[in-house]
């Protein structure tokens, strides 16, 4: 029963690695469009202000971030695909079309039962449980509802795409029969959410006044949830009510009322008042971001295996500075988030606990999530502060704290966040004993030199042949491999094909080629197919 358990495991281990394998490309861009758009490094660099600079910026970022904004589609859309075990393309594409389907009927739900929610003029859905996705008004369950979904019809098509009819039925065999099962699995799905999401909605949105009333523990709880939630799509039932409600306080100007964290700091800087008021501890969700992610990144880079540190380096860099100049957390919080969820329960009890330390030692400063932002926008209300100083004290404390714990549970627990995929070469690997060090460097231009076809099929023929490949997948590194029996294995051969080792672990074999592997992958699957 435990092998069984952690082969399902590790068989969703591998699934997730799809649809995030863009994201530190996507990282990348976003920080581009940020450093172009951003307005203090224009204000410092005047030439990014011409316009056709300003857009191109604009178009980069929006583009980027339109894979971000929609990760549950990406889920929906990767993790069929990755599962299948057959024609993975029309599993993809039953996974959008079930995604699809499911939104319609949650949207449909809603309309007939007349609980569609109004957007408001400031802030859209946000704190209404619902949200849009594609365009379409549902139930907001974020990434979670893609996930979720995503190995739903990965089960349910590797059962029914394999169905076969006679006569006139013929039209509903193979994927088509997989089509009509999955289109009242979106039904049942959109039911069950409907009915059960806004009751656990509620239960989120109930402890506004708890966090109220509970001063300094109530802004650990605050923060702690926010971060907690954030996969759910939760986090915004927790955030919204303080930022532009009367939870997050209420400032009287004349006859004017203004409600909410957000609206009263914004309006307080304009103000020439003494100092900044508590509201605005409502907005320190940004403190994490700015700072924290610095010290996750750097845990990961110090853990990576020596062979990997490099590249995760490589990747793990534009998507912290994304985090701490745009607020954008979730290509780093995803990339850990499920192969190690014990590490984002401590991520969000550190956020939750500097936020807290920030109130507790009364620090009074901006913490808008955008690090340069926040550097301007202090300075030019230094009057209004109180302990600015303590601010960048406790800033350098929390990237400290992340490196240190996320380092020692890493290791402790030999969690596969990004640099550890599998297990380090010299744990088990077997590098190619004539080639010296240099030469296990130059390895994939070898690869790459030599035939694909040939060099395909001395991949195949050294893992067993085809018939002992039961699946194959791949990470940013590493090729992975089921074999229905290990002992066929042929490490001589495969060395051949310029790989950088090869890692057992009972059926699972996970051979290093380095960035080209998806190219591996790709060649020997079509050599698959003409066998």
């Not at 495991?9 to 394998?21: D, G, I, N, R, W």
């Not at 599993?91 to 939104?103: F, K, P, R, V």
């Not at 049942?188 to 109930?206: D, E, H």
Request: with cysteine; hydrophobic share 50%.
């Amino acid at each position: 029963m435990k092998k069984k358990i952690m082969g399902a495991m590790e068989s969703f281990a591998k699934a997730m690695v799809q649809p995030l394998m863009f994201l530190s490309a996507a990282g990348i861009l976003i920080v581009v469009g940020v450093l172009l758009t951003n307005s203090t490094i224009t204000r410092f660099l005047p030439f990014l202000q011409w316009g056709p600079i300003q857009m191109l910026g604009k178009l980069i970022y929006n583009a980027a971030m339109a894979m971000v904004n929609n990760l549950g589609v990406l889920f929906v859309i990767g993790l069929p695909a990755a599962f299948a075990k057959t024609d993975k393309h029309k599993a993809a594409l039953l996974g959008l079309i079930t995604y699809l389907m499911y939104l319609v009927s949650s949207n449909t739900l809603l309309t007939l039962t007349d609980t569609l929610a109004a957007e408001q003029p400031m802030i859209g859905l946000y704190g209404t449980g619902q949200a849009k996705i594609l365009g379409i008004q549902c139930v907001d369950m974020s990434v979670f509802g893609g996930i979720i979904l995503g190995c739903i019809v990965g089960w349910v098509y590797n059962r029914t795409c394999q169905k076969r009819f006679k006569g006139a039925m013929q039209i509903f065999a193979g994927a088509n029969y997989s089509y009509v099962w999955l289109l009242f699995t979106a039904i049942v799905f959109a039911l069950v959410t409907n009915t059960v999401w806004p009751v656990v909605q509620g239960w989120i949105s109930a402890l506004g006044g708890l966090i109220k009333s509970t001063g300094t523990f109530g802004i650990f709880l605050y923060g702690f949830l926010e971060r907690l939630l954030l996969p759910t799509g939760l986090h915004h039932l927790v955030y919204t009510p303080f930022q532009f409600s009367d939870l997050g306080g209420v400032l009287q100007l004349g006859e004017t009322t203004i409600a909410g964290a957000y609206p009263i700091v914004v309006t307080e800087m304009q103000m020439p008042v003494e100092k900044f008021s508590d509201s605005i501890y409502y907005t320190s969700i940004g403190f994490t971001k700015m700072f924290g992610y610095f010290g996750i990144g750097a845990a990961f880079v110090y853990t990576a295996y020596p062979e990997n540190r490099k590249k995760t380096f490589t990747m793990i860099l534009p998507l912290v500075i994304s985090a701490c100049l745009s607020s954008i957390t979730e290509p780093i919080d995803f990339m850990f988030i499920f192969a190690a969820p014990l590490l984002y329960l401590l991520h969000s009890v550190i956020a939750g606990l500097f936020m807290a330390m920030l109130k507790a030692f009364g620090v009074i400063a901006l913490w808008n999530g955008n690090l340069l932002g926040s550097i301007l926008t202090n300075i030019a209300n230094a009057s209004k502060t109180e302990k600015m100083w303590l601010m960048w004290v406790l800033g350098l404390l929390e990237i400290v704290v992340y490196f240190v714990v996320f380092t020692f549970f890493i290791k402790k627990f030999n969690y596969h966040t990004p640099g550890r995929e599998g297990e380090p070469l010299a744990a088990g690997a077997a590098v190619p004993a004539a080639a010296p060090a240099e030469a296990a460097a130059e390895a994939p231009k070898a690869a790459a030199s030599a035939s694909d076809d040939e060099m395909a099929m001395n991949v195949i023929n050294g893992l067993g042949g085809k018939a002992n490949i039961q699946a194959m997948e791949n990470c940013i590194t590493r090729l992975r491999v089921t074999l229905a029996d290990p002992s066929l294995l042929n490490e001589a051969l495969i060395n051949k094909t310029g790989s950088r080792g090869i890692v057992k672990k009972d059926n699972d074999i996970q051979i290093v080629y380095g960035m080209q592997v998806a190219e591996v992958r790709q060649a020997v699957e079509a050599q698959l197919a003409k066998l």
